[in-house]
C-alpha cells in the first residue's frame, strides 16, 4: 500500500516537473521577446493575439469547427488565412485526404498518420502552399516527427504548441520560433 502512494506522488511530482520545463524553455519568447522577425512578429500580434476575426469570411473556422477543433483555435487558423491574403484551403482529417490537399493554406488535423502528413507537407512545400499540422505535440512519434519537418523545411516555421506553422514563402528565411 505504502508503495503504490509513493508511486503515484512521484509521478506527480515528475508531472509537475515537466510542466515547469515546458515553461521556463518557452520564458525567453514570452511577450514576443525573441521574435525579430516583422513576418512572424505581425503574425503573433495580428492573428494569434486576437480573439475576434479579422475579415468576413469564416469558411475554414466553419470547416475546423465541424472537424472538432475548438473555437479560439479555428479562428485563429482563419486569421491567419485572412492576414496572409490566402484564398483557398484544404483541410485533411485522415492519410486520404492529405494525399489530395490543395489550396494555398493545408491544414493537417491530427487524424492524420505521420507519413500522410510528410507527404502532403512536402506537397505543399512544392506548390508553395502553407501547411499548418495540428497537435504537433500529441505523442512522441508526432512530435519527432514534426521536429524532422522544421528541420528540412527551407523557409520560416512557428510552433504555437497547439499548430505547427510552415510557411513556403521563398522570400522568408529559414528560421524556427516557438511560441
Not at 479562428?75 to 492576414?83: A, G, P, V, W, Y
Not at 488535423?109 to 502528413?117: D, H, K, S, V, Y
Request: with cysteine; aromatic share 4%.
Amino acid at each position: 500500500m505504502e508503495q503504490g502512494v509513493k508511486v503515484g506522488t512521484l509521478s506527480r511530482v515528475k508531472h509537475r516537473l515537466t510542466g515547469w520545463r515546458g515553461r521556463l524553455v518557452r520564458m525567453r519568447h514570452f511577450r514576443g521577446h525573441g521574435v525579430h522577425s516583422p513576418f512572424v512578429y505581425a503574425i503573433v500580434r495580428q492573428v494569434l493575439m486576437r480573439r475576434t476575426l479579422l475579415g468576413a469570411d469564416t469558411s475554414l473556422r466553419d470547416a475546423l469547427l465541424r472537424a472538432g477543433v475548438g473555437m479560439r483555435r479555428a479562428t485563429e487558423l482563419q486569421n491567419l488565412m485572412t492576414h496572409c491574403g490566402y484564398r483557398t484551403f484544404a483541410l485533411a482529417a485522415c492519410a486520404a485526404e492529405a494525399a489530395e490537399a490543395g489550396g494555398e493554406l493545408v491544414v493537417l488535423l491530427r487524424g492524420c498518420g505521420g507519413e500522410a502528413t510528410v507527404r502532403a507537407v512536402r506537397a505543399a512545400a512544392l506548390r508553395g502552399a502553407t501547411a499548418v499540422v495540428a497537435e504537433p505535440r500529441a505523442d512522441a512519434a508526432r512530435e519527432r516527427m514534426c521536429r524532422m519537418l522544421v528541420a528540412e523545411h527551407p523557409t520560416t516555421t512557428v510552433d504555437m504548441r497547439t499548430a505547427l506553422l510552415l510557411f513556403n514563402n521563398g522570400h522568408l528565411p529559414k528560421q524556427h520560433f516557438e511560441l
